[in-house]
Nanobody, 117 residues
Framework: QVQLVESGGGLVQPGGSLRLSCAAS????????MGWYRQAPGKQRELVAVVINGGVTNYADSVKGRFTISRDNAKNMVYLQMNGLKPEDTAVYYC???????????WGQGTQVTVSS
């Protein structure tokens, strides 16, 4: 099992920045990728960014150039630096981890990000 705990959400004005953090614990040796998804009210959960073991990253088109995902393997952490935030980025952001046998089957509890003036 893998446990994921997010932090760093909050209220920010348009154009502002936030940094989300996710701490992983448990059977992390089995993790092959980690990432962030988000879910806005009335919408499906969608990919924001993922980082695969080895450092390959993938971003949703809507966040390219504004968000940066990074991973600190020594600290078992994954981060999402969000710059140039827009109201449409408002959502609950979830940390996720992927294993060979469970896919993206591990999820954190979510952290709310609200972009509003």
């Amino acid at each position: 099992q893998v446990q994921l705990v997010e932090s760093g959400g909050g209220l920010v004005q348009p154009g502002g920045s936030l940094r989300l953090s996710c701490a992983a614990s448990g059977s992390i040796f089995n993790i092959v990728a980690m990432g962030w998804y988000r879910q806005a009210p009335g919408k499906q959960r969608e990919l924001v960014a993922v980082v695969i073991n080895g450092g390959v990253t993938n971003y949703a088109d809507s966040v390219k150039g504004r968000f940066t995902i990074s991973r600190d393997n020594a600290k078992n952490m994954v981060y999402l630096q969000m710059n140039g935030l827009k109201p449409e980025d408002t959502a609950v952001y979830y940390c996720t981890a992927k294993s060979p046998t469970n896919g993206y089957g591990y999820w954190g509890q979510g952290t709310q990000v609200t972009v509003s003036s």
